[in-house]
């Protein structure tokens, strides 16, 4: 029987990326999966290329995380279509690289309340149908820029450190509840995320899959075991 028979996930930031590689690879594990973006044309792209190998185990929700009714809407909708929720994937996020100096106060703030304040709201929202299954999951896609800094990452590099702490926090929360809380902590990844982030001659980066991947392996653990962070970077990056 596959691993996550019968669960049911919901992947924020799922229409690409990253979150499109952990929904296609749990949906190969056998889960139901809600997608979420902000993007309605590439979201239904996205649950079209999924339900060619799953279909009736996709549904996708144009829902924003900076909104609590959109969250509200997203959670709803996988405890109706699915009855309930097992797995949450905290994936959604927003860059704004930009100088402190050059940074408008709506940038910062976009930054903030996508990358920490929406993991928060998604959190709040998903727990207590958790609890009434029992346990379950909460992996949270961070970055190592969370502890790496660089210049023009002020408001991204502060909201994945400020995620990781949340993290750790909720983990220490919610561990007798029977419910997990992980980080993964990914390096430079082959994406659209950042400009040229997928441009010829940046195959050096971890693939999408790569991170899917590890998120599969954390979910193979047995109940009694808590990997609470992973971090994965490139084995072979560009010599400096």
């Known amino acids: ?67 609590t009714p959109d969250v509200a809407k997203l959670v709803g909708t ?11 994937i905290n994936n959604a996020a927003f860059g704004g690289l930009v100088n402190v100096a050059s940074m408008d106060e709506d940038t910062w703030e976009k930054v903030i309340d996508t990358n920490l304040t929406g993991v928060y709201r998604c959190c709040h929202a998903a727990i207590p149908h958790m609890k009434a299954r029992g346990g379950g999951w909460i992996l949270n896609i961070s970055s190592l820029a969370g502890k790496n800094s660089f210049v023009g990452g002020a408001a991204y590099c502060a909201s994945k450190a400020g995620l990781n702490a949340f993290a750790e926090v909720l983990m220490l929360e919610l561990r007798h509840e029977g419910i997990r809380v992980s980080t993964v902590m ?29 998120v599969i392996d954390l979910l193979r653990h047995p109940s009694r075991s808590l990997p609470s962070a992973v971090e994965i970077r490139p084995s072979q990056p560009p010599r400096k």
């Open 1 to 67: 029987m596959p691993m996550l028979e019968g669960k049911t996930a919901i992947v924020t930031g799922g229409s690409r990326g990253i979150g499109l590689a952990i929904a296609q690879a749990m949906l190969a594990e056998g889960a139901s999966v809600v997608i979420s973006g902000i993007d309605q044309a590439r979201l239904r792209d996205a649950q079209r290329q999924l339900e060619t190998s799953a279909p009736g185990r996709v549904a996708s929700v144009a829902a924003d995380v900076r909104s």
């Open 78 to 88: 996988a405890v109706d279509r699915f009855g309930g929720v097992d797995i949450l």
């Open 186 to 214: 990914p390096g430079s990844v082959r994406t659209g995320f950042s400009q040229g982030g997928d441009a010829p001659g940046t195959e050096w980066k971890l693939a999408p899959e790569d991170v899917a991947e590890v």
